[in-house]
């Protein structure tokens, strides 16, 4: 009985969040994927060059999805209505993790069928290589917004590890956003260990701070 309670109480709260907090960071992540696609030659691309799209742009779908998952708490009336519910908000912020995460695995399947339709040879290790980087990144971003209060700064820190990374990506090693396109397509792993471990990092120093 009790789980049947708390099973309605999370489908509840899925059910609200996908409806309220979601739409936006999807929508943003579906443009980023259109906007690869128009920007980038998607067809019969080999080797190296399909990495490219994968890494130079489409990797942004991680922090549209996941450095947005505190953006409706930073109006503090939300943040003090949220807090005086029962069901706990790291709960909720946990849940909201889960199903940008399951998105970006989504959208880079997708995208990179859009290109197998374009004879483009994308094996599965592109695939994965894309997921753990947007996913790195994106803990990047969740991490710098959830600390700082400000999705904006998440995003700015975003972009400089971006920039850090294309610059001097070798330098990173296992880390490099951009090992794939430099001819590597092993060590993506380490990057969503990373992420991983940056994400739950940061969600217990909010904790430390009662930020959640």
Known sequence: MEKARKTEIYGNILKVNLRRQFPWPALA????????KGMFNLKALEGKEVARPLEMLL????????????LPEQNPEIRDVVRTRRTDYLQVCLLRIGYSALTVVLLAAVFAGI???GESRVLPCHVWGCVCSALLLGAVGLAAA???GNAAGGFMVCMLYYLISYGMGRRLGALDLFSMSRG????KGWQLAAA?????????VMRCRRQI
């Open 29 to 36: 992540a579906v443009a980023l994927l259109a906007l690869t």
């Open 59 to 70: 990797v942004w779908i991680g922090p549209a999805l996941l450095a947005t998952v505190f």
């Open 115 to 117: 290109m197998r339709a």
């Open 146 to 148: 959830g600390l700082s």
């Open 184 to 187: 590597s397509v092993e060590g």
């Open 196 to 204: 991983v471990a940056l994400t739950a990092g940061a969600l217990a």
